[in-house]
């Protein structure tokens, strides 16, 4: 699949910096960092959802020093 995105010349000169700068193409550097955010934001939305489903629950977090303390360290 191949997409087409149209910068603007400062945009350009940004990413061929940003390319330069981590030894890639402008190409490869939109590509991974473009996948960084998806997964970045994957994981936010799949922690909220664990967090949420946490606190319908009604279970209650605990001081860490009792888990220490239950387990004799």
């Known amino acids: 699949m191949a ?3 149209e910068l603007t010349g400062e945009e350009e000169r940004l990413a061929q910096s940003y390319a330069k700068i ?3 193409s402008v190409e490869e550097a939109m590509k991974r960092n473009f996948f960084e955010m998806i ?6 939305a799949v922690a909220d959802a ?5 606190v319908k629950s009604g ?15």
């Open 3 to 5: 997409v087409i995105v």
């Open 22 to 24: 981590h030894g890639t």
């Open 39 to 44: 997964e970045d934001e994957y994981d936010a």
């Open 59 to 73: 279970k209650k977090s605990r001081p860490i020093e009792e888990l220490w303390e239950e387990l004799g360290l």
């Open 50 to 54: 664990a967090y949420e489903e946490y």
